[in-house]
């Protein structure tokens, strides 16, 4: 497959593509048709990706298959995708959501066409061989991946780029989840983080093409068929808020043990990365010997469940099997995302909080089936902490009004657990043990207006730490500044003051003088121009190094503040 | 080196194959998917049916739900799970089963009869009776006649379990129009309405069939027991000699005995001289006189004052001198007096009686009748 080799950062060429199409002026109008085109292209993509997966599955294992089957098909098939992963996939790994974020927030929307065929080849191993992940965060990715590529294709601009990523992210989902309407939201309240988004319209429109996609290629079938169920009685919604505080422990058991796991996993030398995930293939072949339904996404046992018919040591079983296995599997590093999983865990712990209600209560309590419905999303609002998103998800799962209260009854009360009990959000945790720094929703909220990016300067020098100390009090004198960025070959060695110029003795190099340890005051190229000058208050400096969220010490640019002054048309006061 | 113009054309034809290409993918998945699924499901459905027939309705779940569960779509694979669901006593996933395939199809009328059948499980027999009137009157594949036929049969069998004459014969009436030239339905019908009480019908049924087939033995049978029923004894006695004429391996020795019996001692004939009316009613007096005189010495509580004041007025009429020239007033007399006896035994004592007096029995419900 060729490398895709068009980058979004090289600008200049990319603007003066569109003229000839007389779209130079008009992109707005092209995101338009790109989104259309991108639900399409996306919606046959996930499609057969799951429907791929879907026949893989079926030949690894055959109608009355053997139990060696179920411990050497996830076990070699971790081996095998593992191996792809680390020697020609390592984009790749995980889930897909992180990584999708990355690009949005890092890349500048960038994600290459090797990742998307890598996502597409590892997770079909994986996941057919029965690794207990889900299909929709990887679909994330890939939906993405197309997205960005289409979109560097059609020589958009970087922002432009950037805003096609959520317009793939939302196709992928509406096609894997089959909830067009919840593929919007997440789009909009996980990888934007801002519901009130200007790419809503194109969102919207990739979403509703790609599910349409869908049901031309499988039907009109929901991904859970759920009886019609109601509430028996307004008791029945003190019971959801047990379901809510259970699903809510539950995903704070879920994402602590695979934040840890991942740090331990990460631990172990470099060279075994490429074995890793046969650990999470051989935990979860050895526990399906026993409990065969703990492999795979499971989707087919949540449907039983959620018919009602399961007896309570099993659904207690299962979600305990689950809530170990799926972190294993996944802190390994094999191919797969947590959504699937999630809602597993969900429909077991739903099913066991309702069949005890039941058998308690029977004449006043729905059937299970009713409450493992809400406890999908009740496990996927502590998880994934999307509790809009998880709520219409449900509601467009199951298409039932009546279960809407006590829905968002439970998945409140999980939501607020998990953040209470789980500070950090699964996805931003992941981010930081990869040492990226993702922006937070707070921080995202306040880039409005000027943006870092557009006003830093790309090329100016940094101060070499092998230079002396008169050689830098002349360029502070030249400069006229009281602070500048020491480092070189675009690596940032730390920030130099004049006072520490001043104390310093006459021969000494500034490699001496300056904290290379500690962090120095910095910006990202998407901040806003006004957290620059707060980030410049709090350090006491007139400069700031412009950095990778990817990695701390690449530097991308610098602002000065002169150049921010001038942005607010505020001259710098003598 | 390429123009600007020819990436952008070259981009789109790209996305156009990719396109193409992927719905190609697609849909050969999709078919293959769908292939496999519909054969897997109906080999699952076979297992399950063929289970449930040999009566392992919960070793044939599995199949039938997975059947069920790889072709959603087939209303006859999720009824065949309700069906099973039902036998195996889970009622409410059962109802689940076949009140979703009910929703899809209202008046589809297997749906409708496995909602009747799960309705006589859960004891809900009224509901049950309007679900197979739903059967009865809905959708039906191939072979819709035959199916609404063996609904209301069912129906039938419902309603004569539940001893709901009325309703059975009413049942019966529409069902003599349904059932057409099939023998083994009309032979059914035949039996239930006598069962219903309607002897006249269903001798009237019998007698079609042995027109048609003079050789079956089982329709003389029927048609014996029917006109036997109807009080018509001589007609009784023939069917059941040419019953065991062209059946002899058919047990109907009791019921000619028993018409023999009947014959002999019934009152009713027109051509009965009065004289043998006469003696015929003393007959029955005696009988009836000496089976309530010994359930009355068996069960002195259940006796009254009435009892033996009828047994004594019975006494008196038969150790009475028998006029010289006796009238049929004479023996209607006896007649009314035995019939007075009988109505007291039954309402003291129950009308059941020893097999070999079966023909007293008979003469006096005809009489009470």
């Known amino acids: ?574 | 080196m390429i123009s600007r113009r020819q990436a952008v054309v070259r981009t789109t034809v790209v996305l156009v194959v990719t396109a193409g290409g992927l719905a190609a993918l697609d849909k050969f998945l999709a078919k293959t998917e769908s292939g496999e699924m519909q054969r897997a499901a109906s080999a699952n459905y076979a297992m399950g049916t063929r289970l449930l027939a040999e009566g392992k309705a919960t070793a044939a779940v599995e199949p039938l739900r997975q059947a069920w569960v790889l072709a959603r779509d087939n209303a006859g694979y999720e009824l065949a799970l309700g069906n099973a669901l039902a036998a195996t006593g889970k009622t409410a996933e059962a109802e689940m089963r076949i009140t979703a395939a009910l929703s899809r199809e209202p008046n589809d009328g297997e749906a409708n009869l496995a909602a009747a059948r799960l309705r006589v499980r859960e004891k809900g027999a009224g509901e049950a009776d309007s679900f197979y009137h739903r059967a009865i009157f809905g959708h039906w594949g191939a072979d819709g006649a035959a199916q609404r036929v063996a609904a209301r049969l069912e129906l039938i069998e419902l309603l004569a379990r539940q001893n709901r004459r009325g309703e059975m014969l009413g049942e019966l009436i529409s069902l003599e129009e349904e059932a057409g030239e099939d023998r083994a339905v009309r032979k059914k019908l035949a039996r239930y309405f006598l069962q219903a009480g309607s002897p006249a019908r269903a001798a009237n049924v019998y007698r079609q069939l042995v027109e048609k087939d003079r050789l079956d033995g089982e329709s003389y049978a029927g048609l014996g027991e029917a006109e036997l029923e109807s009080g018509r004894y001589r007609e009784a006695r023939s069917a059941f000699i040419r019953a065991a004429m062209h059946s002899p391996e058919m047990p109907i020795r009791a019921q000619l005995e028993l018409v023999d019996m009947l014959t002999e001692v019934d009152p009713t004939p027109r051509q009965l001289t009065s004289a043998e009316k006469y003696r015929r009613s003393s007959r029955i007096l005696e009988w009836v006189r000496g089976d309530l005189r010994q359930q009355a010495d068996a069960r002195p509580e259940k006796s009254s004052a009435e009892i033996e004041d009828l047994l004594q007025r019975a006494d008196a009429a038969l150790t009475g001198k028998t006029p010289a020239a006796v009238s049929n007033e004479a023996a209607e007399g006896l007649l009314s007096l035995a019939e007075q006896l009988w109505r007291a035994r039954v309402q003291a004592f129950g009308e059941a009686v020893p097999a070999d007096q079966e023909a007293f029995r008979r003469i006096l419900e005809k009489l009470a009748a």
């Open chain 1, 1 to 574: 497959m060729p490398e895709d080799t068009t980058s979004t950062r090289d600008t200049s060429s990319t603007r003066g593509r569109l003229n000839w199409t007389g779209f130079a002026d008009r992109e707005d109008q092209l995101l338009i048709v790109l989104s259309l085109v991108i639900g399409v292209v996306v919606g046959l993509t996930v499609v057969a990706f799951m429907l791929l997966t879907g026949r893989l599955s079926a030949r690894m294992y055959p109608p009355g298959n053997a139990a060696w089957r179920r411990v050497l098909v996830p076990t070699a098939g971790a081996l095998v995708s593992g191996y792809l992963l680390f020697r020609y996939f390592p984009g790749a790994r995980g889930s897909g959501i992180p990584q999708t974020k990355f690009a949005l927030f890092i890349e500048d929307g960038y994600i290459s066409l090797k990742t998307v065929f890598g996502k597409l080849i590892c997770c079909s191993i994986s996941l057919a061989s029965g690794i207990a992940l889900g299909r929709e965060g990887p679909s994330v990715q890939i939906g993405a991946g197309i997205a960005s590529v289409i979109g560097r294709r059609f020589g958009l601009r970087p922002e432009n780029v950037k805003a096609l990523v959520p317009v793939g992210a939302a196709a992928a989902l509406a096609a894997a989840f089959n909830t067009p309407i919840a593929a919007v939201l997440f789009s909009l309240e996980e990888i934007l983080g801002d519901l009130h988004a200007t790419a809503i319209g194109t969102v919207v429109l990739s979403s509703a093409t790609s599910w349409m996609v869908l049901h031309l290629f499988l039907g009109d079938q929901p991904l859970f068929h759920v009886p019609a169920y109601q509430l028996v009685s307004p008791w029945e919604l003190a019971i959801y808020a047990v379901l809510g505080v259970a699903g809510g422990l539950g995903s704070v058991a879920f994402v602590k043990l695979l934040l840890q796991l991942r740090i331990w996993f990460r631990r172990l030398p470099r060279k075994t990365v490429w074995i890793q995930p046969v650990a999470g293939g051989l935990l979860v072949g050895l526990v399906g010997w026993f409990v065969p339904e703990v492999l795979g996404v499971g989707y087919d046992y949540v449907d039983r469940v959620l018919g009602g018919d399961a007896p309570l040591r099993t659904l207690l079983l299962l979600a305990v099997l689950k809530i170990i296995a799926t972190p294993v599997c996944y802190s390994s590093g094999n191919a797969g995302g947590i959504f699937g999983p999630s809602l597993f865990i969900g429909a077991m712990i739903g099913g066991a909080v309702g069949s005890v209600a039941h058998l308690l209560f029977p004449a006043s309590t729905a059937n299970p089936g009713a409450y493992a419905l809400v406890g999908m999303g009740t496990a996927f609002a502590g998880i994934v902490r999307t509790p809009l998103t998880s709520v219409i998800m449900i509601f467009e799962m199951t298409r039932d009004y009546a279960i809407i209260v006590p829905l968002m009854i439970s998945n409140l009360i999980s939501f607020f657990l998990s953040q209470k009990l789980q500070e950090e959000p699964i996805y931003e945790a992941l981010a930081h043990q990869e040492g990226v720094h993702l922006p937070t929703s707070e921080a995202r909220e306040l880039q409005g207006g000027v943006r870092v990016g557009d006003v830093m300067a790309a090329d100016a020098p940094m101060l070499a730490p092998e230079a002396g100390i008169a050689e830098a009090r002349a360029f502070f004198e030249t400069e006229g500044c009281n602070s500048w960025v020491v480092g070189e070959d675009g690596r940032v060695a730390g920030m130099l003051h004049r006072s520490q110029i001043e104390a310093a003795r006459p021969e000494a190099m500034l490699r001496d003088v300056i904290d290379t340890g500690s962090l120095f005051p910095h910006v990202h190229p998407d901040n806003s121009a006004g957290q620059a000058l707060e980030r410049m208050r709090a350090g006491q400096v007139d400069v700031l190094p412009v950095v990778s969220r990817a990695d701390l010490r690449a530097l991308r640019g610098m602002v000065t503040l002169r150049g921010l002054l001038a942005v607010y048309g505020v001259s710098e006061p003598s």
